[in-house]
């Protein structure tokens, strides 16, 4: 039975990260496509960072209700009720002939992925619960996203400029297809079903470590994303063709995909918030190397690599880690619900550039979303909030 056990553990990372960078590649098809939806459909880039920004509305909106779910009913269902909105907000957007299309689109792709990343982690914390290698899962299913956001990116922007934006959009389509396919294989049991375990509300005194870790998750992915939706159209303005523009900022997801490995299996309670300082940091680095030009723009995307590597796995480890399984659904949602600011931070930075005529303006509003996170995790790191009832296991299976 424990051999069973460990072999369906494999398997459902082996499940989880697939499907994720599935739903990744679809969530940033907007990254490379931006700048032909402003030719094609006649967007402005405000209405570029509304649309992107709806997202981040859908989170906040989504995500508690994703993770009470997740903590009280079988995840198959769940991740297939999911799935079933993420084809058919793809297929919408593969065939808009307008703003108003692609935005209907969005918002019912985005209710569905909300929950997928919502319970994906909840997935892997139930059948990796208490082992050594736990942070080293967390930091494959950041590659996960990491890889989905480089598929976008290369293959998206190459189809984009060479047959269109519907082209890359349809490719998205066919992926949703065998994303929720896979979902029939989610297993129906855990390791833990035998157990009887009741979801229970956080104490008052663990809430405000729930709220700043939520916090601290919405200020560093918000600004990171908004990176990510701007920069290759900044890239194309200076004068870089689309397909190099995303290929330079792409160059991201190598360096985190290289370094997540060797940096993650190192999390442990006492440290992950000291990860987050540090990515955060290195984040707004890049920012400045960016917008000061004072080096090669791959040089930044680098920094912002390696920023992402050190911060992402430690985001979804500390959950679990401060907050115990029962309950990290609930956090994994409420960061995700905080992180829905995303829907005011977008198009705030798209105003900005549109306003100013530059980018130097949007780039200063990351820094300082990025700089909530920094906050935030300082007093994370000082108080030492990590969840005491979690330990490491050292054997194998």
């Known amino acids: 039975m424990r051999s069973r056990k460990a072999n369906y553990r494999w398997f459902v990372l082996g499940l989880v990260l697939l499907t994720t960078a599935f739903g990744i590649m679809m969530f940033a098809a907007p990254f490379p496509l931006l700048n032909l939806w402003v030719k094609d459909l006649g967007i402005s880039r405000t209405q570029g960072g509304a649309l992107t920004g709806l997202w981040y509305l859908v989170s906040a909106c989504a995500s508690l209700p994703s993770g009470w779910l997740a903590d009280r009913i079988r ?28 935005c209907l689109g969005r918002v019912i792709f985005s209710t569905g992925m909300t929950g997928h990343l919502v319970a994906g982690p909840k997935l892997l914390a139930v059948w990796f619960e208490g082992r050594r290698e736990f942070g080293l899962i967390m930091g494959f299913y950041s590659m996960s996203m990491s890889a989905g956001v480089y598929a976008s990116l290369f293959v998206l922007g190459s189809i984009g400029e060479q047959s269109g934006w519907r082209s890359a959009m349809f490719l998205l389509v066919a992926l949703a297809t065998v994303g929720l396919l896979m ?4 297993p129906m049991d855990s390791p833990a079903s035998d157990k009887r375990s009741v979801a229970v509300a956080l104490p008052p005194s663990r809430g405000m470590a729930a709220w700043i870790l939520a916090a601290v998750f919405a200020g560093y992915n918000v600004a990171t994303e908004a990176y990510l939706t701007f920069t290759p159209d900044y890239l194309v303005q200076c004068g870089y063709g ?33 990860y987050v300082v540090v990515a955060s940091l ?12 004072v080096v090669p723009p ?11 590597a050190i911060g992402m796995p430690a985001f979804y480890a500390l959950p679990p880690l401060m907050f115990g399984n029962e309950q990290s659904g609930y956090v994994y949602g409420l960061c995700s619900c905080l992180y829905g600011l995303g829907f005011v931070v977008q198009p705030l930075v798209g105003l900005t550039i549109d306003r100013t005529g530059h980018y130097k303006s949007g780039y200063g509003l990351l820094c300082g979303v990025a700089g909530v996170a920094l906050l935030g995790a300082l007093w994370l790191r000082r108080n030492n909030l990590a969840h005491p009832a979690v330990t490491q296991l050292s054997h194998q299976e």
């Open 75 to 102: 995840l198959r269902s769940l991740f297939f009720s999911l799935w079933i909105m993420i084809v058919a907000g793809t297929a919408l957007m593969a065939n808009a002939s307008g703003f108003w299309m692609l």
């Open 183 to 186: 979902m029939l294989f989610v």
């Open 242 to 274: 689309l397909a190099a523009a995303s290929a330079i900022v792409g160059i991201y997801a190598w360096v985190a995909l290289s370094l997540k490995p060797l940096l993650s299996p190192f999390l442990r309670k006492n440290n992950a918030a000291s």
């Open 282 to 293: 290195v984040f707004i680095l890049s920012v400045l190397l960016l917008i000061t030009r």
């Open 298 to 308: 791959a040089v930044s995307a680098t920094f912002f690599g390696i920023s992402m």
